[in-house]
């Protein structure tokens, strides 16, 4: 990579070799033609390219927080050993103690995003949230913004993880928004924090660590994104198991084989002899059970009807759920909210 952006310690030792990032906050949107990666390298107000003959890169480690994004395609990380498939929409946040390469036989582009652990702190700090309420917002306390991604970072940051591997994996929701260009809103935060850094017009800084707060938010709504929290003793087929409960949870257990296969680019099979594996159950069993919670949890805490539960769930008539839910709990929907309503 450009080292004027990025410097190597101990670049001929896989097992010592550290990436040392020179600014504060720099990106490296990359692509393959499936042999070799280019890369734009940008920093505030430069930008330079450079390739990668082979398409892979060496097993490093870094001094900051890398976050590596997919646009389109497919692209293969290696984390400590285990090789994992990345799609569009993917996304990877490790910390610095965590050593991998990157490896592609197939096009796809993303971006690189490398981050020095006191710009992070810098702008948790100074991201402050004030209430939605007119009173609130005169005379009430601003808080700092919360979420999954935020805490990971801030306990790397407090010391909590400093000997743990780990890191987040990151894909899209089947509820994610596209504009009419097929690009979702994390697409066009990138594109926006890029052309600040490149242009570098009055208040530049001050966006680009808005545009990466607001970056990270949505990366963390659970309507745009699936979130794991991965460690380093989690083997691929946790990884795919993950995902796999994320997007049955996502759907309320309304999602087939099928459906599961085209979201994870894996053979439905394949997806159902890794969850026979861990719970002993087969995938649709497995959904069957999310279904039958999310019903019962609309027959106690909300006062819908039947008929409304039935669309809400995706059953295919009122008769097929009443067999359904009877058949897993012993009694009928409108007698088991009855009964817990009178407990």
């Not at 610095?96 to 810098?122: D, M, Q, T, W």
């Not at 680009?208 to 963390?220: D, Q, T």
């Amino acid at each position: 990579m450009d080292r004027k952006l990025i410097t190597t310690i101990n670049p001929e030792d896989d097992s010592k070799r550290i990436n040392h990032a020179v600014l504060p906050y720099t990106m490296f949107f990359t692509q393959s033609d499936g042999k070799r990666l280019s890369f734009y390298n940008i920093a505030p107000g430069y930008g330079s390219h450079t390739y990668m003959p082979d398409g892979d890169t060496a097993v490093h480690q870094h001094d900051y927080f890398e976050l590596f994004y997919i646009f389109d395609g497919e692209v293969y990380q290696n984390i400590e050993g285990s090789s994992l498939r990345y799609k569009k929409g993917d996304a990877c946040f490790m910390n610095k103690n965590i050593r991998h390469f990157e490896y592609c036989s197939s096009k796809f582009s993303g971006v690189f995003l490398n981050i020095k652990p006191k710009y992070l702190a810098e702008i948790f700090a100074a991201d402050l949230l004030y209430p939605a309420d007119n009173y609130a917002a005169v005379y009430g306390k601003p808080h700092t913004a919360q979420g999954p991604i935020r805490e990971f970072i801030l306990s790397n940051l407090r010391g909590e993880e400093q000997f743990k591997r780990s890191y987040l994996h990151l894909s899209a929701a089947l509820s994610q928004k596209l504009d009419n260009e097929g690009k979702s809103t994390a697409d066009n935060l990138l594109d926006e924090m890029a052309k600040e850094m490149l242009l570098q017009k009055s208040g530049a800084s001050l966006i680009v660590k808005g545009l990466l707060a607001r970056f990270i938010s949505v990366l963390e709504d659970p309507l745009e994104y699936h979130l794991t929290h991965m460690k380093l003793d989690n083997t691929n087929e946790d990884f795919i198991y993950a995902r796999i409960l994320n997007y049955i949870s996502e759907k309320k257990g309304n999602i087939t084989r099928t459906e599961l296969a085209s979201a994870l680019n894996y053979h439905d099979e394949y997806l159902n002899r890794i969850v026979k594996a861990k719970t002993g159950e087969s995938l649709i069993k497995i959904a069957k059970g999310y279904r039958i919670a999310e019903a019962k949890r609309l027959l106690t805490e909300t006062n819908d009807s039947i008929s409304s539960i039935v669309q809400a769930l995706g059953y295919t008539s009122r008769s097929h759920f009443y067999r359904s839910f009877e058949a897993e709990t012993g009694m009928l929907p409108s007698k088991y909210r009855e009964s817990a309503a009178s407990d």
